[in-house]
């Protein structure tokens, strides 16, 4: 039986006093892989901040795997991201340690504490964005494709239930963009669930998959022509 990891049901998103999107209806199952395109403005950031407790859902009803955002506090909210593994246009590495401190870090500020375990998940999530040779580098010694891969690393460390990605190719040049897509199909094969936001149309047509538009304040599903 499929597994729903989220649902929104009549959800409207405000930022401040304006609302950026209403009646949003949408649900993923695990395994799925679905695109949120739209135009700059469109409400993609803030559909995307809403489903990690950055931005507070207030109308309509949402769940994101076991967290009802309605009613969760604002101390669960780090326990929400730990399910969730985030990534970002900017890649957000912390500029002054390696890339194996970069992700030593996180496990450590989740609970990790055995140092063997911690080696061996830092392998392991480096192995699936081949880049297990990189660890020593520090974040400006490697291309931004690089230093995405690693970003789509750290993300994968808790074993998310959920990616959210926020424009992970919009830094990036057209090849080293297909480059990181092909990281994110592959992770997708092997059963994480991703949603991602972009502006790359490219990629759409390259990579087909479920498309979740925003515009004019709503949100739909668009279907991709074949030609
Ligand atoms: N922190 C904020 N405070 C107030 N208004 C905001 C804030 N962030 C975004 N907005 C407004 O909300 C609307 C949606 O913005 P959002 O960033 O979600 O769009 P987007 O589709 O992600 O755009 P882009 O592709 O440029 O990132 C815009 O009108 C924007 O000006």
Redo the contacts with the bound molecule.
Sequence with gaps: MSETVLQLKNVS?Y??D?M??SDVNFEMNKGDFVYLI????????????TLYGD?QLTEGEGHVVDYNLRTMKENDIPFLRRKLGIVF?DFKLLPDRTINNNLEFVLKATGWKDKTKIKERIEAVLGKVAMKTKGFKFPHELSGGEQQRIAIARALLNDPELILA??PT?NLDPQTSIEVMEVLRDINNNGNTILM?T?DYALLLKYPSKTLK?DENKVFEVVQRKS
């Excluded at 739209?38 to 901040?49: D, N």
């Design positions: 998103i930022q401040g304006s950026v999107l739209g135009k700059t403005g469109s409400g993609k950031s803030s559909f995307m901040k931005l246009q926020d424009e919009g936001a502006h925003c």
